[in-house]
């Protein structure tokens, strides 16, 4: 089964238990491909595990998902579909940002040609051409971050999975993040996206997923999550965020990284 025949990501009971903690629990889900899916939860909700499954890092203890249309099981077939930048993106201190990303490039049999092209061109929309020569021990935390994410979409992935893109960027930086995100979707990239700052996913998610002590507890459009139950009038994502996972036991909210 390729991509087209389905959605780009499946999970069924998908569970991951360490020891004592259960980190995701019995999760089923499923995000279609071209759309951006907002993942959201309150700090070891069990996102980055969600996401470090998917990307077929650790095994889950129970359940199963496809990713491209692939089992996760089948690690390789996984991997060449999709893209993924960690908390630390892999790089590597001692080349510039331009030999990380050929490096990049060179792991993912690209054509040099294209593979060139590519990245002179996301260098320059993220604004670290001129500073592609130097080493990245150099680089600032946003630099880092930059290369870290146009290394996970240089070979244009099927599915994409970003944990906080924007994070330590600039609001300009900020800024060419959420349009690059935005035009990668329109060009049917899917792109799984946990963040803890909510105005970006209110402006790019198609569907987001709120987890909370690894369980789903709600899932929808944004309109949808933001409609108060109650009364059918209108919410921030925040206040949405905020009812939905204090609703499900969490008074220690995750209020520190909404802010933009
Ligand atoms: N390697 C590990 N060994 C033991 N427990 C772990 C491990 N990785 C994660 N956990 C636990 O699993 C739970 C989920 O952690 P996870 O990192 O997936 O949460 P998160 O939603 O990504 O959090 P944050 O927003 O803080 O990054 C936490 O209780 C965490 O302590």
Redesign the pocket.
Known sequence: MSLADGPAIETEGLT?R??E????SSLTMTVERGTVYGFL????????????MLTTL?APTDGSARVAGHPIAERESVTTHIGYLP?EPPIYEELTGREQLEYAAGLRDLPETAASERIESLLERFDLLADASKRIEEYSKGMRQKVGVIQAVLHEPDVAFL?EPTSGLDPRAARTMRDTIAELADREMTIFL?T?ILPVVDELADEIGV?HD?TLVAEGDPERLKSRAETGGPRSLEDAFLELTREHGDDGL?TE?TAE
Do not use: Q, R
């Not at 939860?41 to 470090?52: L, Q």
């Open positions: 991951k360490y020891g903690t259960t980190a995701v939860g309150p700090n070891g909700a069990g996102k980055t595990t969600t996401m470090k650790t908390e944990d946990s803890h987890l690894g995750a990284g």
